[in-house]
């Protein structure tokens, strides 16, 4: 009702509806969701207080809708989601494949490092993949302007090469994996010279770069969403490890895979459980020698078996009348979730929504009760980066009026649940984690206050941390890696005479995510005040429209107007779409299908109409 209110009477409102939910409809009628850009402690409690003592898994963080593919791809080949390599091996990696990442943009301060790393070795190859000819491709030897969603039919193609040609190191395979016998039964029907119409590649082109990734001393696959945004986007990931496996480009200096993460914790959430399917550190709910070691650190509680719902699942639920009520830490799925009309009506549909964040975003109109939460330079913790780097964060200035740290929050709402949590500083959290997560052997609070930042892992405690894993093995049963043959799949839907166009989406360099915080900073804002999209200019004088002119973009989920921009960097066949701007959101057009594995959906893809606004306009 808008109602400003002190601390106890919001947590007694929301302690007091989410335990009538579960007396009435089990525990299972209750989700969280959560942001990549919290700390882990924040991380930690939340996914206790949700599996150890509501009872149910149904917890995600929104590395499902950028990453979670790619997570998959991991798990499989490697048993973990561990990034094998460092952003620092780049400096001794003879070649680069940038693929689904516009890094200039989107990652633009690790960008300046390849820029650097490019200028201080000049016989260091780039190669950039991606369908438009972004800014990174600056400083790209070559790029692959692939058809959109046909990354398998390239990727298999150079796996066809390299398995055709002898170029396999054969002793790294024998020694190291298995299952390669049948994916190189399965690429021999993949030869480049059929691929070519399939990806838009030549066949001499597909064939060029396989041979210089296999004949390298030294390469590094990094990749965006572009390759795990797609309903095929873990059979794109698969691929990409097959590709690094076959050439033994893994576990050493400048060789690896590095999948770029879009927020600052996203490793850290997934390192401390927050995944419906895991406990911290990656470990089964379903294993009963897991749930055990929790019950006896979280004080006795039992912890259900069952596999939770993931953020797109949750929200079908909500829909269908299973999950009545959510907790929103961060995140916020009345923009960034795909078919977004959808989201927004399952949000309206809740019984209760509690909303945690630190601005009134478009998920805090829906909330019953909204809970001011800090920035990041006004707490402390840690966080953990792409490179495995445990870092400490610390407390720059103080948060504004009744805002409070997010561990906080959800402890004292703990407390008012009846638990006996006695946390009174994150180093009490930082050190209950250290007894269930084997990732952080050997860092201790005091160690990350005195040194700031520790590898994981960390052999000793005076090892700065290991920069490269898998060198000695893989953390599967076996120890070896495993390979996984994948499939051409096409796109979920695909462009016909009533959508003849593709719609793509993705971030500016000025905005950020939904443009919480990047549209509330004037210098930003100013520089990138209206939305946008961008067509080349050979289709706006096909449609009749000038640059800055309103096109109307219609696919089967909805329409918006737009103002739109020439670049030659797009094909005359596709639309590009950023998805921050709330007047024009990208994900009321995008579809809501999802890769079968990560349950990630296909924001990358989707079939779309473009006309001129005011005709359109005019005709209704």
Not at 52 to 66: E, H, K, P, V, Y
Not at 142 to 164: C, E, Q, R, W
Not at 295 to 324: C, F, M, Y
Not at 504 to 531: F, I, N
Request: net charge negative; proline share 6%; aromatic share 8%.
């Amino acid at each position: 009702d808008g109602r400003r209110v002190d601390w106890d009477t919001a947590l007694a409102q929301v302690s007091e509806r989410f335990s009538s939910i579960v007396r009435e409809h089990g525990p299972d009628a209750v989700a969280f969701y959560v942001s990549g850009q919290l700390l882990t402690e924040d991380y930690y409690v939340a996914n206790k207080l949700m599996k150890g003592f509501i009872g149910s898994a149904n917890i995600d963080t929104n590395s499902r809708l950028c990453m979670a593919s790619s997570v998959a791809g991991h798990k499989r080949a490697f048993g973990s989601d561990t990034v094998p390599g460092c952003y620092e091996d780049w400096e001794q990696s003879e070649l680069l494949i940038l693929t689904g990442s516009n890094t200039a943009w989107c990652h633009p301060v690790l960008y300046q490092r390849a820029v650097a790393a490019r200028k201080a070795r000049p016989h260091m190859k780039v190669v950039v993949i991606d369908p438009r000819r972004t800014a990174t491709c600056d400083i790209a030897d070559l790029h692959l302007a692939l058809k959109p969603g046909s990354d398998v039919a390239m990727l298999n193609a150079m796996l066809n090469v390299i398995v055709t040609e002898g170029l396999v190191d054969q002793q790294y395979v024998q020694a190291n994996t298995d299952g390669f016998e049948d994916l190189k039964a399965r690429i021999t029907a993949f030869p480049p010279e059929e691929m070519e119409g399939v990806c838009g590649i030549p066949a001499d082109t597909l064939r060029d770069v396989a041979r210089t990734f296999a004949g390298a001393k030294a390469a590094m696959i990094f990749w965006g969403m572009g390759v795990s945004q797609h309903i095929h986007g873990t059979d794109n990931s698969r691929c990409l490890i097959s590709l690094a496996l076959m050439c033994g480009q893994v576990g050493r200096p400048g060789a690896g895979l590095h999948p770029l993460r879009g927020q600052n914790n996203v490793q850290g959430a997934s390192d401390a459980g927050l995944v419906p399917m895991f406990l911290p550190d990656y470990q089964s709910v379903g294993d009963p020698r897991v749930r055990n070691a929790f019950h006896r650190v979280w004080d006795g509680s039992d912890i259900n078996p069952a596999r939770g719902l993931t953020v797109t699942e949750i929200l079908d639920a909500v829909h269908e009348g299973q999950i009545k009520g959510m907790y929103i830490l961060g995140e916020n799925p009345a923009m960034s979730d795909p078919d977004v009309e959808h989201a927004r009506d399952g949000l309206a549909k809740l019984d209760h929504l509690v909303v945690q964040d630190i601005f009134l975003t478009e998920t805090a109109n829906f909330a019953d009760v909204i809970l001011p939460a800090s920035a990041f330079a006004e707490k402390t913790g840690t966080v953990t980066n792409t490179n495995r780097q445990v870092q400490m964060g610390r407390t720059a200035v103080p948060p504004p009026g009744d805002a409070r740290e997010d561990w906080w929050i959800t402890v004292e709402l703990a407390k008012r649940l009846g638990l006996g949590w006695t946390y009174d500083h994150p180093r009490d959290v930082f050190a209950e984690m250290t007894q269930v997560m084997r990732s952080l052997n050997n860092i201790t609070w005091d160690r990350l206050e005195a040194q700031n930042v520790v590898t994981y892992p960390s052999l000793s405690p005076t090892d700065p941390g290991q920069p490269i894993v898998f060198a000695d093995g893989f953390p599967r049963p076996d120890g070896r890696a495993r390979f996984t043959p994948a499939s051409v799949i096409a796109p979920d839907e695909t462009p016909d005479a009533d959508y003849p166009m593709i719609l793509t989406t993705g971030r500016q360099l000025e905005h950020w995510h939904t443009g919480s915080m990047t549209r509330r900073s004037k210098v930003l804002d100013a520089v990138e005040p209206e939305a946008n999209c961008s067509l080349h200019p050979a289709t706006l004088r096909q449609l009749g429209v000038e640059p800055g002119g309103m096109l109307r973009l219609t696919t089967r989920r909805g329409s918006i107007n737009i103002m739109a921009r020439a670049d030659r960097a797009v094909s005359p066949d596709m639309v590009f779409l950023p998805f921050a701007y709330v007047e024009a959101a990208a994900n009321i057009l995008t579809n809501s299908a999802v890769d079968p594995y990560g349950k990630i959906p296909e924001f990358k893809f989707a079939a779309v109409r473009v006309e001129k606004a005011d005709e359109q306009v005019a005709a209704e």
